[in-house]
Structures are given as C-alpha cells and as structure tokens.
C-alpha cells in the first residue's frame, strides 16, 4: 500500500483505497466490525474497521473507493490496518479508479476520440452513421469495459485499448495495399467486440467477474452480428454491406475450435482476424514478460499453446 500522507505526530497513516472484499462480523463480545481487504496500485492490505457503526461510518461495499486513516501494525506475521477513520471518496478528491486497477495506457475518452474520428472520415455514408450510431449508444459503457474475464486486455478500459489498436494496424495496411475497402474494414474493426458490453459481468472497478447469461448462451460474435442488423435497419445499409459486417463478426476468430461460426471468406474479414489474432497475442506476451528479468523465461502461456517466452538480455 502506498499511503499519501503520515501524521508524523500520531504515526497515523492516511490514503485513498479500494475496497477489494469486506465481510461483517462480530467479536467475542458481540460487537461488530468490518473485515476488509483494501488495495491500491501499491498492493493490498487486511484492514480492520473495529467498532462498526452504519450509523456513524455508513454503508461500505466491495469496489467502493475510499478514503481511509488508521495505523499499521503486524498481526501473525501479516501487516494489518486498524481503520480509525473512513468515508466514500468524493468528487472534489480528484480520485480516479484507474490510479486502483490494471488499467489501458489511455484514457477512454482520447481512445473513443480517436476512433470516432477515423468513423467520420468514411466515405461510405450509411456505414458511418451506423458506426457513429452505435459507439454512441455503447459511449458510456465503453469508456471502462475490459476486452476480456481472463485473457488479453484484461483491464479497465481494455476494450477500447484492443479496438484502438486494431484499427492504427489496419490504417496501415489499408495504406499499403489498394485493394481494401478502407471502410469495410474499419467498420469490422470498431464492432468486432462490440457485444462483449453484453458478454461480461463487469462491476464500476471495469474488471470482468464473470460471464452473464447471454455470454454463455450466445457469445459475443452471434451476438453482434444479431445486433447491427437490428441497428442497420435505421440508416439504409444495403444488404450486402450488412452480410459482410456480420461475416466479419463471426468468422473474426479464424477457425470454429476458437469460436468462429465461419471461417473469413473475403479479404477483409481475413485481415480483421490475422490482426486481432495479432494484438491479441502480442498483448498476451507483453503481460507474461512484465516482472520477468533479461536472460529468463516467462511462465507457460495457455493461450499460446502452453509455450515459454525469453526475454534477450
């Protein structure tokens, strides 16, 4: 834990911190008090708010961000925090949930200005309302969704960090090669995962606890195609256009062992899954190689066949 301030005269330590887990209890006496885990991007910490009163402390839950006074002692060979004072945080604290979980490079609101400026550069006008319609409506869930429960891009804003980088490697190669429909592709690109909003179980931390029911009935692959059609329906899409979208959306996972329906059957669709298959991937490495030292081996990588990655010295 990296507290912010120490009362030098009492010793007492002070901060902002997520609530990680709190559980209600009762000492042998009766009394009851608060059993918590608080974390900050320093680490964690068992807490113990002693005494507790709703009345006088009031409600606090899991994933509330909070600021906190107390001392730190070592119980059991643990280091313990006694919470002698505690409030929800506010907005005149300035505090942000990204400064408390693993957390994209960017801030959602340049990663979502970005894209929608290269959505209203298309040249295919139905195309770019339906996009610009839809990142839209999704706006604010969007700016904190992760890209994933457990694989990469697995953090708060993850979503837009994937989709961001998927679609700065196709510009490129949209510039290299002619023969792409700039458009097209893009557009599979911004709503290739666009119903993973639908897929995840994801508290105000924007990381995922689970899958909902719809994301373990249907997934997000049918389930984005099924919704752009009922989307596309208001700006004119011609038919072919649409059927392209949704081919892009369930075939971006390359083979059916992965979960595609279909596997690419036109150029962009191709190039859309090679390069999730590449940010992905490369996302994937990068996390397993953080903490590994020059001249070491990460962990096995399940997604990536159980293989090892070096680090050159």
């Known amino acids: 834990m990296n507290f912010t301030c120490v009362n030098?005269?009492?010793?007492?330590?002070?901060?902002?911190?997520?609530?990680?887990?709190?559980?209600?209890?009762?000492?042998?006496?009766?009394?009851?008090?608060?059993?918590?885990?608080?974390?900050?991007a320093g680490g964690e910490v068992n807490a113990k708010?002693?005494?507790?009163?709703?009345?006088?402390?009031?409600?606090?839950?899991m994933n509330d961000?909070?600021?906190v006074r107390g001392t730190l002692s070592v119980y059991n060979g643990q280091d313990q925090f006694r919470v002698e004072r505690l409030r929800q945080v506010?907005?005149?604290?300035?505090?942000?949930?990204?400064?408390?979980v693993p957390s994209a490079?960017?801030?959602?609101?340049?990663?979502?200005?970005?894209?929608?400026?290269?959505?209203?550069?298309?040249?295919?006008?139905?195309?770019?309302?339906l996009?610009?319609?839809?990142?839209?409506?999704?706006?604010?869930?969007?700016?904190f969704w992760p890209a994933a429960f457990r694989l990469h891009h697995a953090v708060r804003g993850g979503l837009l960090w994937h989709t961001l980088s998927i679609l700065r490697l196709a510009q490129s190669v949209a510039a290299l090669y002619p023969e792409v429909n700039a458009d097209l592709l893009f557009a599979g690109v911004i709503l290739h995962d666009i119903d993973k909003t639908?897929?995840?179980e994801v508290p105000a931390t924007g990381l995922a606890t689970g899958y909902t029911l719809k994301g373990n009935l249907v997934g997000h692959l049918v389930g984005g195609a099924v919704y752009i059609e009922q989307k596309a329906k208001e700006?004119?899409?011609?038919?072919?256009?649409?059927?392209?979208?949704?081919?892009?959306?369930?075939?971006?996972?390359?083979?059916?062992?992965?979960?595609?329906?279909?596997?690419?059957?036109?150029?962009?669709?191709?190039l859309l899954s090679e390069l999730d298959l590449m940010d992905a991937r490369v996302n994937e490495i990068a996390t397993a190689m953080q903490g590994v030292q020059p001249g070491e081996f990460s962990n096995k990588i399940w997604a990536l066949d159980n293989r090892k990655f070096y680090k050159p010295r």
Request: charged content about 25%.
């Open 131 to 143: 996009v610009l319609s839809i990142l839209e409506e999704k706006k604010e869930t969007l700016l």
């Open 65 to 67: 961000l909070v600021k």
């Open 90 to 100: 506010t907005d005149k604290d300035a505090v942000r949930m990204e400064d408390f």
């Open 49 to 61: 708010l002693w005494d507790y009163r709703p009345e006088t402390h009031g409600a606090v839950n």
């Open 235 to 270: 700006f004119g899409l011609p038919q072919e256009t649409l059927l392209l979208l949704q081919h892009m959306l369930i075939s971006h996972h390359g083979e059916p062992e992965f979960g595609a329906a279909m596997r690419p059957m036109f150029l962009e669709a191709e």
């Open 105 to 129: 490079p960017l801030p959602g609101e340049a990663m979502l200005a970005e894209i929608l400026a290269a959505v209203r550069d298309f040249k295919n006008e139905p195309l770019k309302q």
């Open 8 to 40: 030098n005269s009492t010793g007492a330590l002070e901060g902002f911190c997520l609530v990680k887990a709190v559980e209600q209890k009762t000492n042998v006496k009766g009394q009851a008090f608060l059993d918590l885990t608080l974390m900050d």
């Open 198 to 200: 639908n897929e995840y």
